[in-house]
């Protein structure tokens, strides 16, 4: 298999990281730098007896550490061989441009990319890749201290039903534990360096597309990676004072409560906003300060700093909050070293060389306000945070209070303060709430004050909006202002404790996904799915990277064979979860077959339903509207023929069906489930229509046509729907329509008209 680039090699690393046993030093036996050998060293004696040597004994023949290398350029070359492949690989550059960011080939960093590159650019076959690390316990056990770092690379050319694919995702190198590489992971990414060299002037590949010889590039476009390895690959020291790495020195941060801490969102207002000269609110003191730009240019300047290994002075005369940090900060060196992807010619040049990674991001800012709503051990509200107010002069109402008669100083509460039924309550929610079903996990297992309700719905908002799989170029500026103003707005509300990293980093997203593209192209959902794929081929303990290299080469070679096996189920060509395809979907009406779930049963209709059912396909058949065209030998003339005889009051019931690629279950059938698919959306004439679904029910007209339709409670869109500024909107199932069970009621609708939504149970508004 190896003539078809499947296939890795194993390469002998120092045990201390100092080195690869690899190019001019492949065969040597010691390191250079630590004179540490190169093969296991046995230091264990047998008790009562002396050591023969102190530092023990070396073991020829059993390695001392290990790295997994699967050569890249083989790869590369093997999906332009394969004519299953090779098409995708150019669907990039065959698109056309518009408003709408949905691909990382709108992003300004590709366009720029190109317009500095162009004979690269001008071949479509030209590959961008996206270098993802990231660590993993192998052994599934969170009491083991054992981290194996892959490094992962991405083909960005592939159209986006393919790009994020386990199947697309190329394997590069498996770093062993037992610790993680840090710093020195640029030891390991030699053979990355050197193949990209390789492959910016070009590698003899066949074109299957076209036929014929081509030279591949390829070259890094951006890294992916949580903030800790963000550090690592790009040697910025995401700790400390600057830990910012797109404000760098202009990084707005100070010591609050022993903590540090990372407000100043008021730079992003405009410079006459009223927020600007409130001192109270915020930190005592106004704001005439700038937004740090982001400096594309400025990327051979930082190149510049690390050869000269300066240090950061804060010398930086547009920040005036950071005087009090640059004695502590006058040492403080902010590049921990130079990263190894600058002996790429092109790195210097690339606008956005590390991407910050949306999910942690997300996922921290929500435990920061879980923590602090209901006073757990993340909370950002303490006393020291509390005795910090007071020592700033800010904020008196939140200060601490003695009284004699209290062993402890009150905390007066605070906006986001809940009572304990508010907690009760709150919890509730989670534990009651039920999504659609693949929507998330099971929230069951991990179980007001109005201002902060609207913050945390316009946090909502944002990440709705970014994480959206296509968005408006025109729409991000508004995205930001309103970002901007939310984060001011928190910095009202909440302590300055509440501004970790992670919430400042929230400020750079949108310029992010302006150079970038979409987020999920960025962030590490998939590459954590990915992990926990490679970690299921740990068969044998005590070589995990052994086992991971060896299955991941035979599931690679599966893979490929996979895509010409046709006539066989394969990853490529397995039905989708919500398959709805139906083999007889010609004898149902207007699209509404589905795939049913579960059982089929033969029922007798009720008359009253009969006619409510077949009044609705009457009414909203567009086949009727016409009144000319009345020949019987055509189709129209069969299906009037048809809807003139009516329905059969034989037809069948089920309680669960997939069509439109949703899963929609009946309200009883949900109530033994921990998913909700009985929410029911329906947009007719301008307006949406909300309700439950309650029954599913197949009716025949005599043999000629089926139609598929759904029975609902419609909530009354007068009474009963509320629509907020925001966005959301609050449905009173109270208050409906009507019950059903007249005969001029109107519950039914057809099957593929249905889109499907989910109910949240509002505690405080039953």
Not at 241 to 249: L, N, Q, T
Not at 616 to 634: F, I
Not at 676 to 696: H, M, P, R, T, V
Request: proline residues 4%; aromatic residues 10%; charged residues 30%.
């Amino acid at each position: 298999m190896n003539d078809l680039g499947l296939g890795y090699e194993k390469i002998h690393a120092c045990p201390n990281d100092c080195m690869l046993y690899w190019g001019e030093f492949a065969g040597k036996s010691e390191c250079h730098i630590c004179h540490r050998s190169s093969w296991w060293k046995n230091v264990k004696e047998k008790e009562g007896e002396s050591s023969v040597k102190d530092k023990g004994t070396c073991k020829k023949g059993v390695p001392a550490k290990v790295m997994r290398y699967f050569p890249l350029i083989p790869r590369l070359k093997r999906l332009y061989m394969s004519s299953k492949t090779a098409e995708d690989m150019r669907w990039h550059f065959d698109r056309k441009d518009g408003n709408i960011i949905s691909h990382p080939s709108d992003s300004e960093a590709w366009k720029m990319f190109d317009k500095r590159y162009e004979e690269f650019a001008k071949d479509p076959r030209s590959v961008r890749l996206g270098l993802v690390s990231d660590g993993f316990n192998p052994y599934r056990l969170m009491n083991t201290s054992y981290s194996t770092w892959p490094v992962i690379l991405i083909p960005y050319n592939l159209p986006p039903w393919l790009c994020m694919k386990s199947t697309s995702f190329i394997l590069y190198v498996l770093i062993p534990g037992k610790q993680g590489p840090g710093m020195d992971i640029d030891v390991y990414l030699q053979p990355l360096i050197h193949e990209l060299k390789l492959l910016w002037e070009g590698v003899d590949a066949f074109d299957a597309y076209s036929g014929k010889n081509f030279k591949t590039r390829a070259s890094s476009h951006s890294t992916i990676n949580d903030f800790s390895a963000y550090a690592m690959l790009s040697g910025w020291s995401t700790r400390g004072y600057k830990a910012c790495p797109s404000c760098v020195d202009s990084t707005h941060s100070y010591c609050f409560g022993g903590k540090i801490v990372y407000p100043g969102c008021r730079k992003w207002l405009p410079v006459d906003h009223p927020y600007r000269s409130q001192t109270n609110e915020f930190d005592g003191t106004e704001e005439h300060g700038l937004a740090p730009v982001h400096k594309v240019k400025s990327c051979s300047e930082k190149r510049g700093r690390l050869e000269d290994d300066e240090i950061d002075d804060d010398d930086d005369d547009d920040d005036d909050d950071n005087d009090d940090n640059d004695q502590d900060e006058s040492n403080c060196v902010l590049w921990k070293k130079k990263s190894k992807l600058f002996e790429l010619e092109y790195w210097e040049h690339n606008p956005l060389k590390h991407n910050l990674d949306v999910m942690h991001i997300e996922k921290n800012v929500c435990d920061n306000f879980l923590g602090t709503l209901l006073d757990m051990s993340k909370s950002r509200d303490d006393k020291n945070a509390r005795l910090a107010l007071k020592k700033l002069n800010i904020k008196s109402h939140l200060w601490p209070q003695s009284h004699p008669s209290r062993v402890n100083d009150y905390l007066p509460p605070a906006a986001y303060t809940m009572s304990k039924e508010e907690k009760e309550r709150f919890l509730t929610v989670l534990q009651n709430l039920k999504v659609p079903d693949g929507y998330g996990s099971n929230l069951q297992r991990a179980s007001n004050a109005t201002k902060v309700i609207d913050l945390l719905d316009e946090l909502s908002y944002f990440f709705k909006k970014i994480c959206s799989t296509a968005i408006e170029r025109s729409e991000l500026d508004t995205i930001q202002s309103k970002l901007v103003l939310t984060l001011c707005k928190m910095e009202k509300e909440f302590m300055p404790t509440f501004f970790t990293i992670m919430v400042h980093l929230l400020i750079h997203l949108v310029e992010e996904v302006k150079l970038g593209g979409p987020v999920h192209y960025r962030w590490m959902y998939p590459i954590e799915r990915y992990l926990a794929f490679l970690k299921s081929h740990v068969s044998n303990k005590a070589q995990p990277e052994g086992s991971i290299a060896e299955g991941y080469l035979l599931w690679e070679t599966i893979s490929f064979c996979s895509r010409y096996l046709e006539s066989v189920e394969t990853i490529f060509n397995r039905p989708k979860r919500n398959e709805d395809g139906v083999p007889d979907i010609n004898n149902y009406l207007y699209g509404s077959a589905g795939r049913v779930v579960g059982m089929k049963k033969n029922v007798r209709v009720d008359d009253k339903i009969l006619k409510q059912a077949h009044r609705y396909v009457l009414l909203h058949s567009d086949e009727m509207k016409p009144a000319n065209n009345l020949d019987d030998s055509t189709k129209e003339g069969k299906l009037r023929k048809a809807l003139a005889y009516g329905l059969s009051n034989r037809g069948k019931r089920m309680k669960s069906v997939i069509i439109n690629v949703y899963k929609f279950d009946t309200v009883d059938r949900e109530r033994s489930r921990k998913t909700q698919n009985s929410g029911i959306i329906l947009e007719a004439d301008g307006q949406e229509y909300y309700g439950k679904l309650n029954d599913i029910l197949e009716l025949d007209y005599y043999g000629s046509f089926k139609v598929l339709m759904f029975r609902c409670d419609w909530v009354d869109v007068r009474r009963g729907v509320k629509t907020y500024s925001n966005g959301r909107v609050r449905v009173n199932f109270s208050k409906l329509m009507h019950t059903g069970q007249n005969l001029d009621d109107d519950p039914f609708i057809f099957s593929s008209q249905a889109k499907q939504v989910f109910y949240i149970e509002d505690e405080i508004q039953k």
